[in-house]
């Protein structure tokens, strides 16, 4: 059983606020992604981390910003909100052996009004 | 570069049908490549994954075998359950210059699988 958490599970914020959606792990895994997943499904990477310190942009440009400062803590903010930004975000790692693929927390639905 | 073209869905059976959902990849060299599932309001669970060619992975009645010749990992169950209604998504996960693995995974787009009773 993965142990990633995510939190909220769902979230309804106005126009302009700045959020911070949490994403952590207790597996000790050094590598995290943030995924958006858009109502069509498709899962788009937005940003992900190699360790402490690291992080990366995405193949999705995204106006979220994240940080690593612990490695079970990987959380994404959004300085100010949107209705385009809208959407499923999905937080996930991985162990450093190849071929175990990615672990996923629930996801956090947000809707900006 | 990497890519995962999934069947287009969705795909509607009535339960006990026989499925079948094509994938079809594009990698640099030698992929690791994976089946996930996604239930109604949850996040992607592992369903099945294999390491190298000719391997089957399987899992709760699920199969899929790595055809290196046709790049191919088509996902298929010989009897649906209503139990089984969620989004399934291919994915590659391609080695680094090392042959070790950064992690990242390609996926397809998903297929939408709802089963009737």
């Known amino acids: 059983e993965a142990d990633i958490y995510q939190t909220p599970r769902y979230l309804v914020i106005g126009t302009g606020k700045k959020i911070t959606l949490e994403c952590s792990q207790t597996m000790g895994h050094d590598k995290m992604y943030w995924y958006q997943q858009d109502p069509g499904m498709e899962l788009h990477l937005i940003h992900y981390s190699y360790g402490v310190n690291s992080t990366e942009k995405g193949d999705l440009s995204s106006e979220s910003t994240v940080s690593r400062i612990r490695t079970e803590h990987f959380p994404l903010t959004l300085e100010s909100a949107r209705p385009s930004h809208t959407s499923q975000y999905l937080c996930?790692?991985?162990?450093?052996?190849?071929?175990?693929?990615?672990?996923f927390g629930p996801g956090t639905r947000l809707t900006v009004t | 570069g990497d890519s995962v073209t999934q069947m287009e869905g969705p795909v509607t059976l009535s339960e006990e049908a026989f499925l079948t959902i094509n994938c079809t990849y594009t990698a640099t060299g030698y992929p690791s490549l994976f089946w996930y599932v996604q239930y109604p309001g949850e996040g992607l669970q592992l369903l099945l994954k294999a390491t190298k060619a000719d391997d089957k992975g399987s899992n709760k009645g699920f199969e899929a075998t790595y055809r290196k010749e046709t790049t191919s990992f088509h996902l298929e169950k010989g009897s649906v359950q209503v139990s089984d209604s969620a989004v399934y998504f291919c994915?590659?996960?391609?080695?680094?210059?090392?042959?070790?693995?950064?992690?990242?995974?390609?996926f397809g787009q998903g297929t939408i699988l709802t089963v009737h009773p």
């Open positions: 996930a790692s991985s162990p450093p052996i190849r071929g175990l693929g990615q672990y």
């Open positions: 994915a590659l996960s391609a080695p680094n210059a090392g042959g070790t693995s950064y992690g990242k995974l390609t």
